[in-house]
């Protein structure tokens, strides 16, 4: 299974960026997705997550900004980001965990936003 991020960027300040995930190898409805960032010298935080029958979760930071969506026919998850500040530069990664009894974990390399007048 392969996780791959596009979208990152340079935005100003209050602007949107449109992240996407692809994953192959396997098919999405088998996996429960999610947006995570770490900034330098922190933790990796959860962002948004979605589950394989769609129910969402939101950190704090991103309720009322970001929205994550997936598309199972073509095994893509998107955050759409809105409003962006300052505190939501960094590294966003892309997760996906396996449906089951034990499950798999796989992450994407991470693409880069960066929120800057």
């Known amino acids: 299974v392969q996780v791959v991020e596009s979208g990152g960027g340079l935005v100003q300040p209050g602007g949107s960026l449109r992240l996407s995930c692809a994953v192959s190898g396997s098919t999405l409805i088998l996996w429960a997705m999610g947006w995570f960032r770490q900034a330098p010298g922190k933790q990796r935080e959860l962002v948004a997550a979605i589950s394989n029958s769609g129910s969402t979760n939101y950190a704090d930071s991103a309720k009322g900004r970001f929205t994550i969506s997936r598309d199972n026919t073509e095994n893509t998850v998107s955050l759409q980001m809105n409003s962006l500040k300052p505190a939501d530069k960094t590294i966003y990664f892309c997760?996906?965990?396996?449906?089951?009894?034990?499950?798999?974990?796989?992450w994407g390399q991470g693409t880069q936003v960066t929120v800057s007048s």
């Open positions: 997760h996906a965990e396996s449906v089951g009894v034990v499950p798999v974990h796989y």
